[in-house]
């Protein structure tokens, strides 16, 4: 009798097993089902707007959604194209009195002034909560959508940042938040001089604004134009001694130049500034970790754990920097920690595979890109490094068969062709295979 509950018992429990299994599966199917349907909307009013513009080319509704159907669907690049040519065809809706910061209430007018200080510190949260407070007690004051949009462009809730720069738009468009939206958008489109431009008119309205002279300066800084860099964003410092932002960009010049003991300066300044905010602490790791201070470098990329819990980066940078000091282990360590926030990125096992074959332990490495191969089997640098390992475990046939695989994926891949040649002179003795990879690697690097 027992016997027979035991078994009716496990029977149920089977049941319940099968169940749950099957109320999952339907579940995910659900979900799939539901997400499709959503695309599939999305692309159907994609397409409806797209036909209606079509004989109204010029219509700033119209191509407002179609910049937020963009930005549903994920293609920002389009949606951020789409934006432009609404703000060109918009126009500031008449009878309505706008409002500004300067005819706010004195307790509103220092709120708008908290949330633009936030905003300069990177405390985003702290300064969306208040702009929104003021949006809803001031639904026509420009300055508040476009700052807001400013923040959500930051939170890359880009649904929300059109809405605010349309709204910033549909009220007035000639004030400094303005040019300076639309000048970053154009950065963002790789349309630099065209962005330079926005950024003048930003200093025509007020030749104080610091925003505009950093991003200035960041496009002197993509132009290797480190020495102008460094005297427009001396500017923003003096017209806004607070901006942390622009000290940090300001650093990074001087590290660009190598000039470490006035970006050390300048980056803690920054530092003092904010004290809350990653990234200074980032920059300096990277600082230190130029000048050879592998300790202060550690120290800083710690602080970034403590202040970014949640992403892999300065688990990536703690990582580079141990392993530079010789600390494999703890590498290795750091590298585990970002694949368990992030098991399925391959480049990560590339990471901890390199690692291991940098310690010498050529299995654990093999296992690594393994697990990388299982992840993404088309991807060059997998093939071309394991067959790195195979080399260095003398199995030079596997070593062969990995690096041409590497370059039937990836018909150039150079260092692949040069690992070929050394394997086929030195290993394998093989002079007819030897001379077609040092023909092909003259074709390719063109020294025929």
């Known amino acids: ?6 078994a009716v018992s496990l029977l149920v429990c089977c049941m319940s097993v099968q169940v749950l299994f099957a109320q999952e599966k339907d579940n ?26 079509k004989s109204n080319p010029s219509s700033p509704d119209l191509l407002y959604e179609l910049t937020l159907s963009y930005a549903e669907l994920g293609e920002i690049e389009r949606a951020l194209e789409s934006m ?22 004195q ?20 300064s969306i909560q208040l702009l929104e407070s003021l949006k809803d007690k001031y639904p026509f004051s420009p300055e508040v959508y476009y700052n807001l949009a400013i923040m959500y462009g930051n939170e890359a809730e880009y649904v929300k940042f059109f809405e605010n720069i349309y709204g910033g738009a549909a009220l007035d468009r000639k004030v400094v938040e303005y040019y300076r939206i639309t000048g970053g958008i154009n950065v963002l489109l790789g349309n630099l001089k065209k962005a330079e431009s926005m950024f003048g008119k930003c200093i025509e309205i007020d030749e104080n604004y610091a925003p505009a002279y950093e991003w200035l300066g960041k496009l002197r800084l993509l132009e290797h134009k480190y020495e102008e860099g460094i005297y427009i964003l001396k500017k923003a410092v003096t017209a806004d001694p607070q901006d942390y932002s622009a000290r940090l960009t300001l650093g990074r010049m001087y590290m660009e130049l190598k ?27 990277y600082l230190y970790y130029y000048m050879d201070d592998v300790d202060n470098s550690i120290k800083m990329f710690k602080e970034v754990i403590v202040l970014q819990p949640s992403t892999i980066d300065p688990l990536l940078d703690l990582a580079r920097v141990y392993q530079k000091k010789g600390f494999n282990a703890e590498a290795i360590a750091h590298i585990k920690s970002a694949i368990k926030m992030m098991p399925n990125e391959p480049m990560l096992y590339i990471e901890l595979a390199d690692l291991y074959a940098a310690n010498e332990d050529y299995p654990m490495a093999m296992e690594s890109f393994q697990q990388a191969l299982a992840i993404d089997d088309d991807m060059p640098v997998i093939h071309y490094r394991l067959g790195l390992v195979h080399y260095k475990m003398q199995d030079f046939t596997e070593a062969a068969r990995e690096l041409k695989k590497a370059i039937r994926l990836e018909s150039e891949y150079i260092d692949a062709y040069k690992a070929l040649y050394y394997l086929y002179r030195d290993e394998l003795k093989d002079d007819k295979e030897a001379a077609y990879y040092a023909q092909m690697l003259q074709i390719l690097t063109g020294n025929e």
């Not at 995910?28 to 409806?48: C, F, S």
């Not at 432009?84 to 209430?105: A, C, M, R, W, Y």
């Not at 970006?263 to 904010?274: F, G, Q, S, V, W």
């Open 1 to 6: 009798m027992r016997n027979c509950l035991i």
């Open 28 to 53: 995910t199917t659900a979900q799939l089902t539901t997400q499709e349907n959503a695309q599939k909307a999305l692309l159907e009013r994609l397409n409806g707007i797209q036909e209606q513009l």
């Open 84 to 105: 432009l040519l609404t703000l060109k065809n918009v126009s500031s809706s008449e009878g309505i009195s706008v409002q500004h910061p300067i005819d706010f209430q």
């Open 107 to 126: 307790q509103d007018r220092e709120r708008y002034a908290a949330a633009i200080k936030q905003m300069k510190l990177q405390n985003n949260e702290e």
């Open 259 to 285: 000039q470490f003991d006035e970006a050390k300066k300048t980056l803690e300044e920054a530092l003092e500034i904010n004290k809350n905010h990653w990234e200074a602490y980032r920059t300096l790791g």
